[in-house]
Nanobody, 120 residues
């Protein structure tokens, strides 16, 4: 099973990006997903989360600007980031609980990071 985050890039302040977190390589369902970010010299922080039922929660620093959504048919979770600020610059990671249907086990996976750079 692989969990892959993508969609990062370079954008000007005020711009938008949409990150994707896609799971592949097995027979499973994605349960809860968290989006984290880590800026240079700082600790990794949770910025958004979405439950298996679609409930969302956001860090105060991104509330009103970031939106988390999911497409269960595609085993993909998205993070729409609007009104980006230079302080949003970081490597973004997704962390997902994947339920393996074959083994009936729940596994915790981290995707590789995707760089988001916001220029002023």
């Amino acid at each position: 099973v692989q969990l892959q985050a993508s969609g990062g890039g370079l954008v000007q302040a005020g711009g938008s990006l949409r990150l994707s977190c896609a799971a592949s390589g097995g027979t499973f369902s994605i349960n809860g997903v968290g989006w984290y970010r880590q800026a240079p010299g700082k600790q990794r922080e949770l910025v958004a989360a979405i439950s298996s039922g679609g409930s969302t929660n956001y860090a105060d620093s991104v509330k009103g600007r970031f939106t988390c959504s999911r497409d269960n048919a595609k085993n993909t979770v998205y993070l729409q980031m609007n009104s980006l600020k230079p302080e949003d610059t970081a490597v973004y990671y997704c962390n997902a609980d994947l339920f393996d249907i074959a083994t009936m086990l729940l596994h915790d996976y981290w995707g590789q990071g995707t760089q988001v750079t916001v220029s002023s």
